[in-house]
């Protein structure tokens, strides 16, 4: 460990982004934990996320952004803005990420998801920091995938000998008794003595960033908030609750549709122009501090991804998850397990889909049992939990070099 800073501890995370929101808010919510509860700790974030200066950060947090890339419906990857081949621009984000671990010297990596980063571009910096000594941590979601999927995956990403070779912990930001995100995969026993639960990161209206800039025009409060979350898939969503407000003009409670930055303008443009039709329902495309928006919700309609999953949690608000089967099987996973434990409602749109069964839904919301009827210990005790793993890790003793773990 550094002599020359011995009191100060410097966290580095890595989040690969090239869709949505989830990665991003969802590292950026630990980074804040971190600072907050250690005034003795500064976190570099490294992502490839377009909108993260639309976000406030703590003192003491600060970001690197690398060039964007995007996946396209065929699978493949793009630069997301420059006018170069996706390799180029694969080197480039490498050669960013690399010299700026060399330079910032963490004392603890955190990769959020992909074990070696997109195309392997973290590879060469894990490397790196196992001959410094450097702890090196995974984050995993609660739900990755179905097995049968995410098994050809991790194997074409090389997933499994990297969680043996290179990570001393890996922390799964749910409980065992909700999901084993790595369920189904032949995982050395070596790998799973490194999985660590967390429980679920919690959320709160911040107090020392600005509140939100919106106040509803249109629509009173309390209202049914409505978020597709990053947006980019949330069409089908969003148009059935809208078919409900459009065929039923007696809903107890005004929709206040949040449809994210990722939408696709001309659905936009279409929602909105239904949206004028309607005194009961306003919509807007983006606010950084969601959270103050939901303190003011009667229940949330949502897709059912990981943070907006924490955020019902952690404001204790009834919900309805209508969630998306593809490409992942994950927020529909996550749901019908959620639905089991009583957490929440579940509209599956594949089970039928007509403006009647959302309008029952929105009529019912209020009436629904809250999270906080349901008593799982240590539901969300995730960044406590980040807080106390971190101090550990920073703190020890590092080797000089690390022995790669022997696959069992």
């Not at 003491?60 to 006018?83: A, C, M, Q």
């Amino acid at each position: 460990m550094r002599t020359s800073r011995d009191s100060n501890y410097r966290v580095l995370m890595y989040s690969h982004d090239t869709f949505g929101l989830g990665h991003l808010r969802r590292v950026r919510a630990i980074a804040h934990a971190l600072v907050e509860a250690h005034k003795d700790v500064t976190v570099l974030i490294m992502t490839g996320s377009s909108i993260i200066g639309s976000f406030d950060f703590r003192t003491r947090v600060d970001f690197v952004r690398v060039p964007g890339v995007i996946k396209l419906r065929n699978g493949e990857y793009t630069s997301l803005k420059l006018h170069m081949n996706i390799a180029e621009t694969l080197k480039i984000r490498e050669s960013i990420i690399h010299h700026t671990a060399e330079a910032f010297d963490p004392d603890l990596f955190i990769v959020d998801k992909e074990p070696l980063g997109l195309h392997s571009e973290v590879e060469s910096t894990l490397q790196f920091l196992n001959e410094r000594g450097t702890p090196c941590v995974l984050g995993l979601r609660d739900v990755m995938d179905e097995p049968a999927l995410l098994e050809p995956e991790w194997k074409r990403k090389r997933a499994i000998p990297a969680l043996s070779n290179y990570y001393d912990e890996i922390w799964i930001y749910g409980l065992p008794q909700f999901c084993d995100p790595l369920e189904g995969l032949q995982i050395p026993k070596s790998v799973r003595r490194k999985m660590i639960y967390t429980g679920y990161l919690p959320r709160k209206e911040p107090a020392d960033l600005p509140a939100s800039s919106f106040t509803p025009s249109k629509i009173e409060k309390p209202y049914i908030m409505v978020t597709p979350g990053g947006g980019g898939d949330g069409e089908e969503m969003v148009d059935w609750v809208l078919q409900a407000y459009e065929q039923d003009r007696q809903l107890p409670y005004p929709a206040l549709v949040v449809l994210g930055p990722f939408m696709p303008a001309e659905s936009q443009a279409a929602f909105r122009q239904r949206a004028e039709l309607l005194d009961d329902v306003e919509i807007i495309t983006f606010d950084a501090h969601l959270e103050h928006l939901i303190v003011d919700a009667v229940g949330m309609v949502a897709m059912g991804g990981y943070n907006t999953f924490c955020e019902i949690l952690s404001f204790d608000k009834p919900a309805v998850i209508v969630p998306r089967r593809y490409p992942r099987r994950e927020q529909f996973i996550r749901a019908e397990r959620a639905q089991e434990l009583g957490l929440l409602r579940m509209l599956d749109p594949q089970a039928g889909k007509t403006a009647k069964d959302m309008a029952t839904a929105l009529r019912q919301l209020p009436q629904q049992n809250r999270p906080s009827d349901v008593i799982i210990p240590g539901l969300l005790d995730g960044l406590e939990s980040v807080n106390l793993l971190t101090r550990r890790l920073v703190t020890r003793e590092r080797p000089t070099v690390r022995v790669a773990a022997a696959q069992e």
